[in-house]
């Protein structure tokens, strides 16, 4: 059989027998994919550093009948992560756009959009730079996911919320007025709903230079991790490592 070939970032490496690793890709050509990649800690000719987490490569893969798993059979480096030095803050926000793939995309369902995206927010990763695109990326994730609400109108009494304050709640969907908020609610700035449109109208490379600290945008973040978390009823480990980190 003719092995596939495919543009794939990698999601995640787990050790499997003694040199053999589980492997899930995030492919071009059909989404998620997970595989065997056999003596991969042994073979630097095959894979090399090629299977690090966020990798973009090409991957020559061989799907078997009647086998959940792929058999990986080498990667080739298109860029990589590693080729510029990972602080423990840039190795937290990659391994949060992994997690977020990971748990949101389904098996075998390609989707040239999450691709695109998530090669562009990389792109923007490279430096020292993290918090933007990082928001980006869980912004346009939580949209295309088909989760996220509008951000102009309370979802209970449709008061439009243009300039306005407005809140959201852990356990519901959408955004709320004054009048309509639960108790504990958490409130969403006009200025990050502001933020929020202009970056569902424009691409990552267009916000690369401006300053932006955590504190711009932490309550969308918030925000969107809470719409994230419930859809996928689980809380995501990478989350609580990024809350940690200073500005």
Same mark, same amino acid.
């Given at each position: 059989?003719?092995?596939?070939? +495919?543009? %794939?970032? !990698?999601? $995640? &490496? *787990? /050790?499997? $027998?003694? +040199?053999?690793?589980?492997?899930?890709?995030? &492919? @071009?050509?059909?989404?998620?994919?997970?595989? !065997?990649? @056999? %003596?991969?800690?042994?073979s630097r000719r095959r894979f090399g550093g090629a299977l690090e987490p966020l990798t973009y490569v090409r991957a020559f893969y061989d799907d078997r009948e009647r086998q959940e798993l792929a058999r990986l059979d080498s990667c080739e480096v298109i860029e990589s992560p590693m080729a510029t030095e990972v602080s423990y803050p840039r190795a937290a926000a990659l391994a949060h756009v992994a997690e977020l793939l990971d748990e949101l995309l389904p098996d075998r369902e390609a989707s040239d959009a999450v691709f695109r995206l +998530? #090669?562009? !927010? #990389?792109?923007?990763? $490279?430096? %020292?730079?993290?918090?933007? /695109?990082?928001? *980006?990326?869980?912004?346009?994730?939580? $949209? #295309?996911?088909g989760f996220l609400p509008e951000f102009s109108e309370c979802v209970i009494c449709g008061r439009v919320l243009d300039g306005s304050r407005a809140f959201y709640h852990a356990l519901a969907d959408g955004l709320v007025c004054v009048d309509d908020k639960r108790i504990a609610s958490s409130e969403l700035s006009p200025e990050s709903r502001k933020i929020a449109v202009q970056m569902l109208r424009s691409r990552v490379s267009e916000f690369a230079g401006i300053d932006w600290p955590k504190a711009v945008c932490a309550d969308l973040r918030k925000f969107l991790i809470q719409i994230l978390e419930r859809h996928i009823e689980k809380k995501l480990v990478t989350a609580g490592m990024l809350e940690k980190i200073g500005s």
């Open positions: 059989m003719a092995l596939k070939e +495919s543009e %794939a970032i !990698v999601l $995640r &490496t *787990y /050790p499997l $027998r003694e +040199s053999d690793l589980l492997v899930t890709l995030f &492919t @071009r050509m059909e989404g998620k994919v997970k595989g !065997v990649a @056999r %003596a991969a800690m042994k +998530s #090669l562009a !927010v #990389l792109q923007e990763m $490279r430096g %020292a730079a993290m918090w933007m /695109p990082l928001t *980006y990326f869980e912004l346009w994730m939580t $949209r #295309l996911m």
